[in-house]
């Protein structure tokens, strides 16, 4: 029986594999968001070529995500199928430790499965391709994942990793990766106080010291300034997120927007509530109990990616929660309701169905890469740019009816760069060109979207970006510069840190402007 238990988990494992991967491979070949969709790809190949976030350019996304990608292209080359296989492999990992935790807590193997299987299709694949929200708020769940398998298997080791995989998911992107720390933190001083553990405290110092020890070893081997790091990654992003919460991102906490724009992700953890409420309203030492705080960390992981995503500018993705929180719904249902059947067959329905509409609402449509309206029957291959872009379907929101002109745009535009054989920079969202040319784009930037990713002329950390900004033109000896139009927010990059003394500007054509560096006091 045993034997037999093992070879069918085997045989799911296999299948969670080939649908994790499948479903990711499939869309992260379908249509692009230039802005969103090429960064990773570019960042990658800089890191791979021995430029670094923060020393290189201007970032305030975390150097894990490049870092990996520079390992995939390593390891499988340098084209969109290893692009795309990164993003998949992540939502295999992502997957399989959620099947892996609920067989921890005794579910039945083919419920894991079946709740498994829906998280692979509507995890990573609404994007397709690694992206920083994707990848930070995974990681932020494996952490809360980790935390709920050290309350109960009450193994050590899950100390020890936990601080880990939060670091990871911090050097992706600072947010929702702070919050669930300061969730995690809040969580784990309730849990020692009622059950001290020194032993588990120390895996956990461990852990901690193990990933700080990595992280310096290679702030050092790539040279990266520590105020660099700080400054660009901790205080400008903690301005931006100050004026996201004035500008109404977040606030005020209306209804419609928090509740019923994520009714059945609210509806999924309902019964996780009701337990909740009852074990309280019962025995007050509820609140003690691993169990209680297991239940308020999947609830709290919920709200918090529901706070993330409406503070971010993109689409939504968070859909996931649902197969998640029916699964650990399901697990206390059989716990506390188990006569009555048909909450579990509404928790089924409800995962089922919400992976069908979902799945064909947002990733089916390719919502997230702003292609919900477009036809996607009219993309064409893209390998007709370069080889290493085989297998995609290119198809833009900017060129929606006639993605060919686009790709002869930038063919011509290609061609142009590459004749040009001085020393260059080259700044767009089409963030392929300089890996189709195999050259290092000189881009003091990670991401062309001002006031979001960089400062803008009055922010506070303006002018020590200004003076990163000239001195790499400087340090690089840039003789010109290439605009690749157009910019997801403002063409006019340029604007407030170079005088005009210092340029000529020469149009090419309708996407492509070029500048000439001159001799002045600013350079």
Request: net charge positive; with cysteine; proline share 3%.
């Amino acid at each position: 029986m045993i034997s037999i238990t093992r070879y069918k988990n085997f045989f799911l494992i296999t299948l969670l594999f080939f649908s994790s991967v499948f479903f990711n491979q499939y869309y992260g070949n379908i249509g692009v968001m230039p802005i969103d969709t090429f960064f990773p790809f570019n960042s990658g190949y800089d890191v791979l070529k021995g430029y670094f976030p923060f020393k290189d350019y201007w970032t305030i996304t975390g150097p894990f995500m490049d870092i990996v990608q520079a390992l995939f292209f390593k390891i499988f080359g340098i084209s969109w199928f290893s692009y795309v296989l990164h993003a998949s492999i992540f939502n295999f990992i992502f997957v399989i430790f959620f099947y892996q935790m609920l067989r921890k807590f005794k579910l039945n193997i083919n419920y894991s499965f079946f709740y498994s299987l829906l998280l692979s299709l509507l995890a990573y694949p609404s994007a397709g391709t690694p992206y920083v929200d994707h990848h930070s708020s995974y990681l932020s769940a494996l952490s809360v994942f980790t935390f709920i398998l050290a309350l109960k298997t009450n193994n050590k080791n899950y100390w020890f990793f936990l601080p880990i995989i939060f670091v990871f998911s911090f050097l992706t992107k600072q947010t929702p990766a702070g919050y669930i720390l300061i969730i995690i933190l809040s969580l784990s001083i309730i849990y020692f106080i009622f059950n001290f553990d020194f032993k588990k405290i120390i895996y956990g110092f461990l852990g901690s010291i193990t990933i700080l020890i990595i992280f310096l070893s290679m702030m050092i081997l790539g040279k990266i300034p520590l105020t660099n790091f700080i400054e660009q990654y901790i205080l400008f992003p903690m301005s931006l997120g100050g004026s996201r919460l004035g500008e109404g991102f977040l606030f005020p906490l209306e209804f419609n927007r928090i509740f019923l724009r994520f009714k059945l992700i609210h509806l999924a953890s309902i019964i996780l509530f009701v337990v909740l409420i009852i074990n309280i309203k019962n025995n007050k030492r509820y609140l003690a109990s691993n169990e209680f705080l297991i239940i308020l960390s999947l609830i709290s992981l919920s709200f918090t990616l529901i706070a993330h995503q409406l503070m971010t500018l993109n689409g939504i993705y968070i859909y996931f929660l649902i197969p998640i929180l029916c699964a650990f719904s399901h697990i206390y249902f059989i716990k506390y309701f188990n006569k009555k059947k048909f909450i579990l067959y509404f928790l089924i329905a409800l995962s089922s169905s919400s992976a069908i509409y979902y799945g064909y609402k947002y990733i089916d449509k390719r919502d997230f890469m702003d292609l919900r309206e477009v036809n996607l029957s009219k993309a064409i291959e893209a390998s007709s740019l370069d080889k290493k872009l085989d297998g995609l379907k290119w198809i833009t929101p900017k060129y929606p009816e006639n993605p060919e002109s686009e790709i002869s745009k930038l063919k011509e535009v290609i061609e142009i760069i590459k004749n040009d054989d001085s020393e260059k920079a080259i700044f767009t969202d089409y963030q392929f060109i300089s890996v189709i040319l195999s050259v290092y784009d000189n881009s003091p930037n990670k991401v062309w979207n001002s006031f979001h990713v960089y400062p803008t002329k009055g922010d506070s950390y303006f002018e020590s970006y200004k003076k990163f900004f000239i001195n790499n033109i400087k340090n690089s000896k840039i003789k010109t510069i290439y605009l690749v139009k157009p910019f997801f927010r403002d063409d006019d990059v340029l604007k407030d840190i170079l005088e005009k003394n210092c340029i000529k500007k020469i149009i090419l054509n309708d996407i492509l402007d070029k500048f000439l560096i001159k001799d002045c006091s600013q350079i």
